[in-house]
């Protein structure tokens, strides 16, 4: 996988959540990385208030106390690198999820508007499923996810059938 | 930078396609029927490949194939089928028609690039 699809940080499914069925699965992963993305937005945000605070009080401290205020800027340095750094990791979630909503938007339209049926719910789930475990699903998550509830639906279905990519 | 033709009769579908396809550094051209991507052919487009749906208002992907091959300079383009359907004797038909490969859809960024890399010299 690239890094587009492995958001820094993420720890793979809670180990404490039961068995369930193939949309609670999929909703643990999503759920867990917008949860993840929250928590480095909120880090962005209080760099962000704690630089307003101080640009709006600089023009009084810096008239009484030049030094201290340029040192309470220094000061700031080492949270503005930190706030940076989270910053960039919101930037790989954010570019995570548009993948997936692109990747989905093309899933749902499969089908339907050529003379093909549309796939009924679950092949559909099937299918969405199935990308996610392709594109999305790291390594570690992939085992446990395996070891809890096998492999995915879609490929047990696949066994014996016509290969989905055949080069002529 | 090389083009791709996608020809999809889904704005979905071929957004999604389009994506993957520049974000990996193609040029992208796309035609919504098989009349619009002959007319793409004859205003001059001389992609590197070619990737087309199989059910589509109109011709379908292997009737388009069989057009795009009695084409002078189009006769060795690489053609790709990407379909839901993945019966055999279709399969067969798209290749007698001069496809080089069959995908069945959904495809996944990471798969589709590992066969346009096999085909794309």
């Known amino acids: ?168 | 930078m090389k083009e791709i033709l996608i020809v999809d009769d889904s704005r979905t579908m071929l957004a999604s396609i389009e994506e993957i396809l520049s974000s990996n550094g193609f040029k992208v051209a796309s035609a919504m029927s098989a009349d619009e991507a002959m007319a793409r052919f004859r205003d001059g487009l001389r992609p590197a490949l070619m990737i087309t749906d199989l059910n589509m208002p109109g011709k379908n992907g292997i009737e388009l194939i069989a057009d795009v091959r009695k084409l002078p300079r189009q006769r060795f383009m690489p053609i790709l089928m990407l379909t839901t359907e993945s019966k055999q004797d279709l399969r067969q038909q798209a290749k007698e028609a001069g496809a080089t490969g069959w995908i069945v859809k959904p495809v996944n960024e990471t798969s589709l690039m590992q066969v346009i890399e096999q085909i794309l010299p």
């Open chain 1, 1 to 168: 996988m690239t890094d587009d699809h492995d958001p820094p940080g993420a720890q793979g499914p809670r180990p404490d959540r039961p068995p369930d069925d193939a949309e609670t699965r999929l909703s643990d992963v999503i759920r867990q990385h917008a949860s993840d993305l929250e928590g480095h937005f909120a880090r962005v945000e209080d760099v962000l208030v704690t630089v307003a605070g101080l640009c709006s009080a600089a023009p009084g401290i810096a008239a009484e106390e030049p030094e201290a205020s340029y040192a309470r800027l220094l000061a700031l340095r080492a949270d503005l690198d930190l706030a940076l750094q989270e910053a960039d990791i919101c930037a790989q979630y954010i570019r995570f999820f548009r993948k997936v909503f692109v990747d989905f938007i093309g899933a749902l339209s499969v089908g339907g508007t050529g003379g093909e049926p549309r796939p009924p719910h679950a092949a559909l789930a099937d299918r969405m499923e199935r990308m996610l475990w392709d594109s999305y699903f790291m390594d570690e998550q992939r085992k446990v996810f395996s070891d809890r509830f096998g492999t995915p639906a879609a490929d047990r279905a696949d066994a014996g059938a016509a290969p989905r990519i055949e080069l002529f």
